[in-house]
């Protein structure tokens, strides 16, 4: 990823572009919808973030990957000691980082699509 591209329509092709993988990802980890996209949407909003330090899609995938099984991981731990701790809660989102029009272009994408 280019920073050409520091722009939210940049953000907006990313997450369209890796969404629907990592989401199923992140589904195959947790058994619970609402917390998958959770994952997902908070794995993109941090690759976003640290775009300038990874190179290439290689990169991206691995970063997301990795990143997604990691919080799955916390988040199933978390369970176990709190089993009734509700859906997982991200400790970064997109909402500060985008325009409301896209964010909301998003939010509709996700409770449509998936």
Request: hydrophobic share 45%.
């Amino acid at each position: 990823m280019t920073d050409q591209e520091g722009s939210s329509e940049a953000f907006k092709a990313l997450f369209f572009q890796y969404y629907a993988t990592f989401f199923a990802f992140a589904r195959s980890l947790v058994d619970d919808k609402v917390s998958a996209q959770q994952l997902t949407m908070e794995a993109l909003s941090i690759l976003w973030i640290k775009r300038s330090d990874l190179i290439g899609d290689v990169n991206n995938r691995a970063f997301l990957y990795s990143t997604i099984r990691n919080n799955a991981l916390n988040y199933l731990k978390h369970l176990q000691r709190v089993p009734d701790a509700g859906a997982y809660m991200p400790d970064k989102t997109m909402d500060t980082m985008l325009p409301e029009e896209i964010l909301q272009e998003i939010k509709d994408y996700v409770a449509r699509e998936i």
